[in-house]
């Protein structure tokens, strides 16, 4: 490749700028600040752009560097040969309006297309072009001018870059460097998980700091659980002994306050006594004969026992005496049955029995006579809608039969129609005849061929179908015979017809004419009618005899009978029910009559046998009355003599006198000993007390059902008992609960502590893969350092002994790599193998450019090199030795030479007139 | 007949959030009591039957009488029957506050065996049993068994369900499976100590066992919405479902990055990528992905120092890779050769954890190579 011309449009301090190369070497002279830089950066430039590698949006410094100081526009130009080629590349650096496109030189054609671009949106021509990256490019081709400025600093600088060179192809990357860092990345996240304060040490010191927490809270819980399991159970067993412990108090209370009810009761008991003693005290002794006490109290019985019976039987007497009354009373009542006995009342019943019978039997006969003359009258009746027939009489009847025929058959003659008529019915029935006979031949033949067949062929059963046939034919038989007769019938009329067409017409008018006058004589329409109505007359006739004869038999019955009734009746009456006065003499019996006779005189026995009963009770009672008074008397004279002795009026004041004498001495004993007694149950406690504390022992005790009742001694000793063991209980639940307490200080949540384990391992884990991954980059940065030896040291040491020899004028012909990248020179005063580091720093300068130049020939570097100041430290004459190869080269590819010393304008122009361009700044 | 249900767990009041500031746990320890009220309020609201509170309702240690008078000031305005179950966070310990206060007729608290509460004017039976310890190793479901079917049987417990396949085999926290859960013959299972809720069995249609969840998330494993579950449970079907009642939740953003070379670069992505009412209500776990500048250093606290100003609380964490350009390391130069080593390790690797490490490897070896240290990331 070979730049051709470069147009600062707007580029640092270039404003329209134009720069023409020339093939080999160009040397661009100018003096300090004079723009070399910025020319090597505009090439950089426009080669690259000023975008950083991999990020779009972020530019490198240099385009702020450069910056136009004067012109509006920030972009230039470019103009290249490739090959055969040329190209122009023009160039926008302006972030706004960033852009660039290449053009064919040729034709000024846009072929930026053509070219692929990076994410940065970065078009690579040059990459295509120049076949390296900006960063090989930078490491390569481009030899940059040395930064630092103290010679030590400028040693150390080249001597980096030359072992950078060496080891890693980059004069600024640093393997070794690189390795340092990883090491101490390594160092300081610790080697080991024992390494103390070092990330993993720490990591895993928390993992194994949390496991053990969790250890311990388990072993923890695990205390805890038996103490806790320990303390439950103590808790119920505190909880059942507080329950004893109550029912016990209950029982006591209970007890306590049973007792004091006791006492309560007692005392009111005692309390009432003395009230009682105290107010009948009040009323002192009374003067009475005590000895008559038991005969008092005999005569009072006695007295008592006879006025009671006495009593009951004065009532007795009222009752006795009110039965008779009214017996009396309803026997008057039946005085008029006094002169019948039950010899009267069968004789009654006897004749009313008779006098019945006849009675029915007269009502049979009038029912009969009744229905004799309905028919009589019916007949009547009869008999007068046929008098006209009567009247016509059987000769009348029997013209009348004459005439019809004889006009039937004078109409059979004359009509013609008729034989027509008669000739269709003719041909109607030999028409059906012959179907029926058709029909009955082809059953008879079709179903017993059918039969035949399919008892063959399907089934044997089928066979019956010829039966059907034979059946439907004999069906059809008589009604064949039948139609033959009629049509038999048809054919004789049919003849008849034919030979009456002929009769007179006068002679049938004439016979209708008479016919019509009998049947109007007779009063009926038809012959037919005249018939039937002559067959009712006579029928009525016979009828009617009959009913008169039966009528007259009928009447001579009923005659008879009624006169035998009335006589039965006469005698029943008279002789019984009229002096009974039940009926009046005349008057019709009836069967509630005879019951009235029979019930009357059965009462009035009944009732005089009661009468004498009750009198006979009467006279008794009054026997036993005068006893009992006689006693009442003999007592009651008692009962005043011994009350009169004792001065008082009244029974009742005689026995209250004696009791109330014998109750007071007693009273008078007994008052004290109440006194005594109720002081002794009360003790030193009074009532309102004993009240009070009843009253809230009961609000204590409540509702629920008494317990049961114990002795209060018992209670409390069990009372005592129970609350030692639930004193002693607590006390033990109370240890636990302290020992509880104490191994639950200190110790975490279990969930909390798995959940920091957690966290701690999932730190861990990154500690150890981020160690993985330093040893790894480790590792393989020394892999590559071995394949930089292994491959690029061997290729190193070949190019390298042709550039130094030619860049050291020969002084030193060789140079290895040894295999840790260290570049090795024999030192030829002493034919000594030295580090190329230990040597001066001007050697050491040359063996660095020299590498550069081995380098460019290794990647077969297509662009021009650039050498900015290379030379500033060399000697004269290692300026022009270096100057010879810078020529050598730029004879093969185009060289860039910046510079603002004269010397290298002098050297050139001394030992190469002609053969370089010369660009003035 | 159906019974009304509020089911809720895993409050945690008076939880410790040693992970936010002094100011900031004492918000969101007040917050939690104000959740807890609201689902008294929805309990109410809803006219609610029987609240079932499935265990770790506080942190032991850190509760006291006065937090158990709170609970009980609101359990007592309720006409619902409380009933809990402690867990591991809140056992029954003999020194529990849950034992030395004087709780309202209508709250039952469960101990340590399986006891029957019955409710006859429910025509339901409440069972329940309670963590006395931190933890409990044994599978006290295994041989629990309702005692009449056909009752309304329901269960109240704080375990863990070791059913799924990713669960430890052994655990300290009343470890259950499914198939006890079936055997047992309940009909509904209130179940606690997952804080994110999840309906453990499901038939026909009818939620038979889930857990509640937490009714605020504590943490940034704990995504998603929070609340209680509410409704009927009958021996025709369960129908209920989960009603969120969380203020705050808990969110993971990817911010994708472009090559930024600043945190404060990272910072303005962040709250351009969040509207700023989401920025001031929850937590932000804020990942940043895609590229940054190989030499940005990714110091976790300045960032969240500078998004402090922006967000009510959030964490960062890196996620994104150093932008290189691959294509500028030549394979003749070490730094090429030791880039292309590591990508072709980087290729042929199909283990997950491991592509990561050779990934920070080279980003390792790159920063030491061009950047003379390693950046922290």
Not at chain 1, 848 to 869: N, S, T, V
Not at chain 2, 211 to 216: Q, R, V
């Amino acid at each position: 490749m070979k730049l051709d011309r470069l147009e600062l449009t707007g580029f640092g301090k270039f404003v329209d700028k134009v720069v023409e190369l020339g093939p080999g070497l160009n040397l661009i002279y100018g003096p300090n600040e004079s723009g070399k830089s910025t020319l090597q950066n505009f090439v950089r430039g426009m080669l690259f752009g000023f975008k950083k590698s991999g990020n779009r949006r972020s530019y490198d410094e240099a385009l702020q560097r450069f910056q136009p100081w004067l012109a509006d526009k920030y972009q230039g130009v470019m103009e290249y040969t490739l090959g055969d080629r040329t190209y122009r590349i023009e160039r926008n650096f302006t972030p706004e309006g960033e852009r660039v496109r290449v053009l064919d030189g040729a034709t000024w054609q846009d072929i930026t297309a053509d070219f692929p671009m990076d994410r940065r949106k970065e078009v690579l021509f040059a990459e295509e072009h120049l076949g390296m990256n900006q960063v090989v490019f930078d490491n390569t081709v481009c030899v940059r001018q040395l930064q630092s400025r103290s010679s030590d600093q400028l040693a150390g600088e080249i001597r980096a870059k030359l072992v950078n060179l060496v080891s890693a192809g980059e004069e600024d990357i640093s393997l070794q460097q690189a390795l340092k860092v990883l090491d101490e990345e390594l160092r300081k996240l610790g080697q080991s998980e024992r390494a103390g304060k070092t990330a993993l040490g720490l990591a895993a010191a928390k993992v194994e700091e949390l496991e053990r927490a969790r250890q311990a809270a388990l072993e923890v819980y695990g205390e805890i659980r038996a103490a806790e399991e320990n303390c439950r159970v103590l808790q119920d067993d505190l909880l059942e002994l507080e329950q004893v412990r109550q029912h016990l108090l209950r029982q006591d209370a209970a007890a306590e306050a049973g007792e004091i009810k006791g006492t309560l009761a007692r005392v009111g008991a005692y309390d009432r006594k003395i009230a009682a003693a105290v107010s009948a005290l009040k009323d002192g002794y009374r003067e009475v004969p005590l000895a008559e006490k038991d005969n008092l109290l005999l005569a009072l019985e006695r007295q008592s026992m006879a006025g009671a019976r006495e009593q009951e039987l004065a009532e007795k007497a009222g009752i006795l005496a009110n039965k008779l009354e009214h017996e009396r009373q309803i026997l008057a009542n039946f005085e008029l049955f006094a002169a019948f006995d039950q010899e009267s009342v069968v004789a009654v019943e006897n004749s009313f029995t008779r006098l019945d019978e006849a009675a029915q039997q007269a009502e049979m006969l009038e029912q009969k006579r009744a229905e004799l003359v309905n028919l009589r009258r019916v007949g009547d009746e009869q008999f007068a809608a046929l008098a006209g027939c009567d009247r016509l009489g059987q000769a009348g009847e029997a013209e009348v039969d004459r005439l019809e025929e004889e006009i039937n058959t004078l109409t059979l003659q004359r009509w013609p129609y008729e034989s027509e008529r008669l000739k269709l019915n003719a041909a109607n029935l030999a028409e059906r005849l012959k179907l029926k006979t058709v029909y009955a031949v082809l059953s008879l033949a079709l179903g017993t061929l059918l039969g035949i067949v399919l008892g063959i062929t399907v089934h044997w059963s089928l066979g019956f179908l010829s039966l059907a046939g034979v059946l439907f034919a004999l069906a059809l038989w008589p009604g064949i015979g039948q139609d033959k007769r009629k049509l038999k019938d048809v054919r004789r009329r049919l003849e008849e017809a034919g030979r009456g067409e002929e009769a007179s017409g006068q002679e049938l008018k004439e016979k209708k004419e008479r016919l019509q006058a009998l049947l109007a004589e007779a009063g009926v329409a038809s012959a037919r009618e005249l018939k039937e109505k002559m067959r009712q007359l006579a029928l009525a006739k016979h009828s009617r005899q009959t009913v008169l004869l039966e009528l007259v038999e009928v009447e001579n019955n009923l005659d008879k009978l009624r006169q035998r009734v009335q006589h039965e009746a006469r005698e029943l009456a008279g002789r019984f029910l009229a002096p009974a006065g039940i009926v009046t003499p005349g008057q019709r019996v009836s069967r509630e009559d005879i019951e009235h006779f029979r019930g009357g005189v059965n009462t009035y026995l009944e009732l005089k046998a009661r009468q004498r009963d009750l009198w006979r009770q009467e006279e008794s009672l009054a026997g036993e009355r005068e006893k009992v008074k006689a006693e009442l008397e003999t007592v009651s004279s008692t009962v005043q003599r011994i009350l009169g002795a004792a001065g008082v009026t009244a029974p009742a004041e005689f026995l209250a006198a004696y009791e109330s004498n014998l109750h007071l001495a007693e009273l008078e004993k007994s008052l004290a000993g109440l006194k005594l007694a109720r002081a002794e149950v009360l003790g030193s406690q009074s009532v309102a007390l004993l009240e009070d504390k009843l009253a809230r022992l009961e609000m204590a005790l409540g509702q629920e059902a008494e317990p049961e009742v114990r002795k209060r001694e018992e209670i409390k000793e069990e009372l005592r008992s129970i609350e030692e063991k639930i004193q002693e209980t607590k006390e033990l639940i109370a240890n636990l609960q302290g020992i509880i307490e104490t191994r639950l200080q200190g110790v975490n949540n279990l969930a909390n502590i798995e959940a920091e384990l957690l966290e701690a391992w999932g730190l861990k884990e990154q500690v150890i893969r981020r160690k993985k991954a330093l040893e790894l980059a480790h590792r393989t940065i020394l892999q590559v350092s071995q394949e930089v030896q292994r491959e690029f040291a061997p290729l190193v040491n070949s190019h390298i002994a042709n550039t130094i020899s030619l860049v050291t004028g020969g002084r030193y012909v060789s140079g290895r790599v040894d295999h840790d990248l260290n570049l090795k020179v024999v030192v030829p005063e002493t034919g000594e193998v030295k580090d190329v580091g230990q040597l001066s720093m001007g050697t050491v300068d040359q063996f660095y450019f020299a590498l550069r130049l081995a380098l460019m020939e290794l990647i077969g570097a297509k662009f021009p090199m650039i050498l900015d100041e290379p030379f500033a430290q060399y000697d004269d004459r290692r300026l022009e030795t270096a100057l010879r190869v810078v020529l050598e080269l730029a004879s093969k590819h185009q060289a860039l030479l910046f510079s603002c010393h004269r010397r290298e304008l002098e050297t050139l122009a001394r030992i190469a007139p002609d053969q370089y361009t010369v660009i003035n700044l | 007949m159906p019974v009304k249900i509020v089911h809720a767990a895993d409050f945690h009041l008076e939880s410790s959030f040693s992970g936010l500031s002094g100011a900031m746990a004492e918000l969101r320890r007040e917050e939690l009591k104000r959740t807890f009220l609201r689902i008294m309020d929805l309990a109410e609201k809803e006219e609610a039957q029987v609240l079932l509170l499935a265990g770790d309702l506080f942190e032991h240690g850190r509760a006291g009488r006065e937090l158990m008078h709170f609970f009980n000031q609101a359990f007592s305005k309720m006409q619902a029957k409380v009933f809990i179950a402690p867990g591991n966070h809140d056992p029954g310990l003999t020194n529990s506050p849950y034992w030395s206060y004087q709780w309202s007729e209508n709250v039952h608290i469960f101990r340590e065996k399986f006891e029957a509460v019955h409710l006859p004017d429910l025509e339901c039976v409440v069972y329940g049993l309670g963590f006395t310890h931190f933890a409990v190793k044994d599978p006290l479901l295994a041989n629990f068994r309702v005692a009449d079917r056909k009752m309304l049987n329901l269960v109240v417990l704080h375990g863990e369900d070791i059913s799924t396949p990713l669960a430890a085999r052994s655990s300290n926290y009343l470890p259950f499976s499914l198939s006890e859960l079936a055997l047992a013959g309940a009909d509904y299972y209130a179940l606690g100590h997952y804080h994110r809720p999840r309906v453990v069995w499901e038939e026909g249609g009818s939620i038979r066992a889930c857990y509640s969840g937490s009714p605020e998330p504590l943490g940034y494993d704990e995504e998603g919405e929070h609340g209680v579950f509410c409704g009927f449970v009958g021996k025709e079907g369960n129908k209920v479902s989960f009603v969120r009642l969380n203020s705050r939740s808990y969110r993971t953003v990817p911010v994708p990055c472009g090559g930024e070379e600043f945190l404060e670069q990272l910072a303005d992505l962040a709250v351009q990528r969040v509207p700023e009412a989401e920025r001031r209500q929850d937590f932000f776990r804020l990942i940043f992905t895609g590229e940054v500048d190989p030499a940005l250093e990714f110091d976790r606290g300045k960032l969240e120092g500078i998004l402090a100003a922006h967000f009510f609380s959030c964490r960062v964490e890196n996620a994104a890779a150093p932008c290189h350009d691959w294509s500028s390391y030549d394979q003749r130069t070490a730094r090429g050769m030791f880039a292309a080593k590591l990508q072709a390790m980087l290729a042929e690797e199909t283990d997950p954890d491991e592509q990561e490490i050779i990934r920070q490897s080279l980003y390792y070896g790159l920063d030491a190579l061009n950047l003379g240290k390693v950046v922290e990331r």
